[in-house]
């Protein structure tokens, strides 16, 4: 069976629960890229999500790029994890031969952003980071962690 970056997404999302099941409803987790859109800096930049009246993107949370299968890096922002996928995309994240761009050209890309509803509670942040960075071994590795 072929592992689709879908199943990874859902995979992900499955093991955050597992794992920080009991403060679960401390998190929006929102896809910067749903329905497949583009990586364009001036459409993520404006994005509102989860709705446009509640509007949290902006807030702190660990994000995750998806792209062929892969899980191509996993990150945090204690501030705004909207902004510092935005970083990575502008200064052109990369590793050996993976960069985050590289993910564009895949139809099954996404950005999932797990952010704090709450900012009080981002100190879960750097856990959540480092769960995902032992247990999904992305492609380009945080260097604090891998």
Avoid at 20 to 41: C, P, T, Y
Avoid at 126 to 131: G, H, K
């Amino acid at each position: 069976m072929e592992v689709t970056s879908e199943a990874i997404e859902l995979r992900l999302i499955a093991e955050f629960e597992k794992e920080f099941g009991f403060i679960r409803n401390k998190f929006e987790v929102m896809n910067l890229l749903g329905n497949n859109s583009a990586m364009d800096n001036d459409v993520i930049e404006y994005l509102k999500l989860p709705s446009e009246e509640n509007n949290i993107v902006w807030h702190p949370g660990v994000y995750v790029f998806i792209g062929n299968n892969s899980i191509y890096r996993v990150g945090v922002s204690m501030n705004n994890s909207r902004l510092r996928v935005m970083q990575h995309l502008e200064g052109w994240t990369a590793k050996g031969e993976y960069c985050i761009w590289d993910i564009d050209k895949f139809d099954d890309k996404a950005i999932l952003l797990f952010n704090v509803k709450n900012r009080q509670d981002r100190h879960w942040l750097l856990a959540l980071e480092a769960f995902f960075e032992i247990n999904f071994q992305p492609l380009i590795r945080a260097g604090r962690i891998g």
